[in-house]
């Protein structure tokens, strides 16, 4: 019997609300008897903690480093034998991870070579491949109005980033997504609506 957990990412641009259905979904999923591990990238390691000084600008760094931190940071997040996705889904518990390799090829892929980013993230394609990839579209526009009303921004965070972002997840689903199972779900201004179309694909991969 196959006793390993299954592995559900989400990802879109910034406000788009995944951390918001991320949670509302671990809580479904646990009402069903499914024991989840929910996680994020940049993680909470020390590799990701980096990142996240990075992005605000607190430490400096160039997009080419980032790209290369994103990449290591995801490996670690993928092997660490202690806390690692990997470990978690051999243990049987489904892990909902808050962004995955899509970001990198997203983000980090439209502001330095997009084939160089794919290939930094070969490893972790390899190692790792999601049993479902929950993308969330909402138009930048409204994304930065939510982003505004959180307060502190990274430097992602704007109005013509997030739109070049926002085009280059199609982009990169078209190119990287074959054979994956990406659903997209529109963000709806009630999350309750958005949550049961996530419902709809996550009860179809268990079969519910
Ligand atoms: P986000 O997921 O919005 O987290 P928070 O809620 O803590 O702000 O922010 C993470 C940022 O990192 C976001 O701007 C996207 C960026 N990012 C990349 O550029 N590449 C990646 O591979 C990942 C995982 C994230």
Redesign the pocket.
């Known amino acids: 019997m196959d006793t390993k957990g299954k592995f559900i990412v989400f990802e879109g641009t ?1 406000g788009s609300g ?2 918001t259905q991320m949670k509302m979904l671990f809580k479904y999923l646990a009402g069903r008897g499914v024991s989840c591990f929910c996680t ?3 993680t909470d390691s020390p590799f990701g903690a980096l990142l ?1 000084s990075c ?1 605000t600008g607190r430490v400096e760094a160039d997009e080419h480093t ?1 790209a290369a931190m ?1 990449a290591a940071d ?1 490996l670690d997040h993928i092997n660490n034998g202690v806390n690692g996705i990997k470990k978690k889904l051999s243990e049987g518990e489904t892990v909902l991870c ?4 899509y ?2 090829l997203a ?2 892929g439209g502001f330095v070579s997009l084939d160089w980013v794919a290939e930094l993230n070969r490893p972790a394609m390899e190692a790792l491949r999601p049993d479902l990839v929950i993308y969330i579209d909402l138009p930048p526009e409204d994304g930065m109005k939510r982003v505004a009303r959180r307060g502190e921004t ?1 430097r ?2 704007t109005i013509e980033k997030q739109k070049k972002i926002h085009d280059n997840y199609m982009e990169v689903f078209s190119r990287f997504g074959k054979g994956e199972n990406v659903v997209t779900v529109k963000s709806e201004n009630d999350k309750g609506f958005t949550q049961e179309h996530i419902r709809k694909a996550v009860d179809k991969l268990f079969g519910f």
């Open positions: 910034d995944k951390s994020r990238e940049p996240r992005l980032i994103f995801r808050d962004r995955y390799y970001s990198s983000y980090n990274d992602y965070e």
